[in-house]
């Protein structure tokens, strides 16, 4: 008869998810996870599987969190563009407080795509759920009046789709917050197509 678990499987997660954001896939080794989860190796792979198992379920919890940041932060009340630049300050604050790791989900496509099936799977449902999020913010803005017209929703939310996972890799050689929040007033002003207010809601 097997033995109860003695841990928190959701706290172990985390903190494989904080290893492997840190040191990437191939650099984190076993005995890395074996010290910094403080489970033996049997545990590990009775409860997660191998390390490529144990990756796939943390790089899925990250992107949970993402996602349910981008279905619950936005409301029918208030300026959509506003509330779409507060939205991408928390994700990238978010991201931040990991050092200068930069985006678990970014560093994960650059090192394991074209060739890991599972991580392509996570990060198209990923990036498919934020593009959709963001067009959706997009059409409100417009309705508003505040979107360009020379761009759709769908145009201006594949733009900063495109920009926000690009910042992700720039902010690893270049993390100065002035530098991130610049191209970020850059990129609202293109989609408002004038010089707007985008102070982040309450």
């Known amino acids: 008869m097997a033995r109860p678990r003695t841990f928190d499987e959701d706290a172990i997660l985390d ?10 896939y191939e650099a ?6 074996v010290e910094g989860l403080g489970l033996g190796r049997g545990s590990i792979y009775a409860a ?6 144990l990756f796939v379920r943390a790089l899925a919890r990250y992107l949970d969190r993402q996602n349910t940041l ?21 994700l990238l604050a978010a991201d931040a407080a990991c050092g200068n790791a930069g985006c678990f989900s970014v560093n994960s496509i650059a090192e394991l795509l074209p060739h890991d099936e599972d991580v392509a799977r ?17 059409a ?4 508003e009046g505040d979107l360009s017209p020379s761009l759709t ?11 926000v996972q690009g910042l992700q890799i720039v902010r ?15 990129a609202f002003t293109l989609l408002a197509g004038q010089p707007a207010s985008l102070t982040p809601t309450a």
């Not at 997660?48 to 198992?53: E, I, M, P, S, V």
């Not at 279905?71 to 563009?81: I, S």
């Open 70 to 90: 981008l279905r619950t932060a936005f409301a029918d009340e208030g300026p959509a563009l506003a509330q779409l630049r507060d939205v991408l300050d928390r």
């Open 48 to 53: 997660f599987g191998d390390k490529h198992q």
């Open 172 to 186: 690893k050689v270049d993390p100065d917050p002035a530098h991130t929040a610049a191209t970020l007033d850059s």
């Open 140 to 143: 409100r803005a417009a309705d």
């Open 153 to 163: 929703p769908e145009a201006g939310a594949r733009l900063l789709l495109t920009l």
């Open 122 to 138: 996570l990060a198209r449902q990923s990036l498919a759920a934020a593009e959709e999020a963001f067009t959706r913010q997009l």
């Open 28 to 33: 984190t080794a076993m005995s890395d996870l």
């Open 15 to 24: 903190r494989a998810m904080l290893l492997f954001w840190r040191k990437g």
